[in-house]
T-cell receptor
Framework: SQQGEEDPQALSIQEGENATMNCSYK?????LQWYRQNSGRGLVHLIL?????REKHSGRLRVTLDTSKKSSSLLITASRAADTASYFC??????????FGAGTRLTVKP | NAGVTQTPKFRVLKTGQSMTLLCAQD?????MYWYRQDPGMGLRLIHY???????AKGEVPDGYNVSRLKKQNFLLGLESAAPSQTSVYFC????????????FGDGTRLSIL
């Protein structure tokens, strides 16, 4: 069964706009990770946030984690056409089993 | 540095046939994983290995077997392929369990007719 669930399932924006994707999960976690997948390719790791962290930045990416609400968000600022991809959250619950959500499909129109 | 390499990239099988998917990593990672990705389902863990000679079941292990005879290789076998095993299979590896990102191959697209 999936642990993380992303919202929305699909998002379409114009180049230069910000994109926000959300992830909710059900059980306690050790860390939460975000990955990107371009069409026909494997997943690429973007950012990892530990359970004792609330916010993390990497370039144009900003990730927040609210363990009380069991939710996380990924913000991509000043989006580019090259950001078009599917984005997945994955939860590491310390039980030798990382669970992935079904993903958010982001389309950035030039 | 190739990272994680999966072979083959595409394969079509008939029901009942067997095959082996190969994953090779050149990063000296201890841990390796096999996932399957189906539309609307995200990735689901089939089997994983925490070191040479070890394997363990993931979320959806039925119908698959694995072997890790060498640290750099992780093999996924289908003994008797079924249409329900039509999927995209991804291999991943990382340095140690937890708090480390996984590195993925580009996948094997498998169709069972």
């Amino acid at each position: 069964s999936q642990q993380g669930e992303e919202d929305p399932q699909a998002l379409s924006i114009q180049e230069g706009e910000n994109a926000t994707m959300n992830c909710s999960y059900k059980t306690s976690i050790n860390n939460l990770q975000w990955y990107r997948q371009n069409s026909g390719r494997g997943l690429v790791h973007l950012i990892l946030i530990r359970s004792n962290e609330r916010e993390k930045h990497s370039g144009r990416l900003r990730v927040t984690l609210d363990t009380s609400k069991k939710s996380s968000s990924l913000l991509i600022t000043a989006s580019r056409a090259a950001d078009t991809a599917s984005y997945f959250c994955a939860t590491d619950a310390n039980n030798n089993d990382m669970r992935f959500g079904a993903g958010t499909r982001l389309t950035v129109k030039p | 540095n190739a990272g994680v390499t999966q072979t083959p990239k595409f394969r079509v099988l008939k029901t009942g046939q067997s095959m082996t998917l190969l994953c090779a990593q050149d990063m000296n990672h201890e841990y390796m994983y096999w996932y399957r990705q189906d539309p609307g389902m995200g990735l689901r863990l089939i089997h994983y290995s925490v070191g040479e000679g070890t394997t363990a079941k993931g979320e959806v292990p039925d119908g698959y077997n694995v072997s890790r005879l060498k640290k750099q290789n992780f093999l996924l076998g289908l003994e008797s392929a079924a249409p329900s095993q039509t999927s995209v299979y991804f291999c991943a590896s990382n340095r140690r369990w937890g708090n480390q990102p996984q590195h993925f191959g580009d996948g094997t697209r498998l169709s069972i007719l």
